[in-house]
Nanobody, 115 residues
């Protein structure tokens, strides 16, 4: 059984920073793409950033230059450094990973940015 567990969410003022972490645990043979998604109230879940096992990254236009995704393959963990946060970044952030041919989601962590 594979589990993804996010941490690092919280309440921050606009312009502040947060760092999210997501660790994969369980029976893991290979971890391929890992990503962060977010879902704001009343909106569809959207891709925030994705990173391949080799470290190639891609970002949503709305977070380019402010967010940085990284990963530690030895720990099966990804991170999302979020700087210059805006109220519109408020959402539940979900970790996503393709592990040994299957897709997994974390339970999500709330990020709230106050104006």
């Amino acid at each position: 059984q594979v589990q993804l567990v996010e941490s690092g969410g919280g309440l921050v003022q606009a312009g502040g920073s947060l760092r999210l972490s997501c660790a994969a645990s369980g029976t893991i043979f290979s971890v391929n793409n890992m990503a962060w998604y977010r879902q704001a109230p009343g909106k569809q879940r959207e891709l925030v950033a994705v990173i391949t096992r080799g470290g190639i990254v891609n970002y949503a236009d709305s977070v380019k230059g402010r967010f940085t995704i990284s990963r530690d393959n030895a720990k099966n963990t990804i991170y999302l450094q979020m700087n210059s946060l805006k109220p519109e970044d408020t959402a539940v952030y979900y970790c996503n990973a393709y592990i040994t041919g299957s897709q997994y989601w974390g339970p999500g962590t709330q990020v709230t940015v106050s104006s």
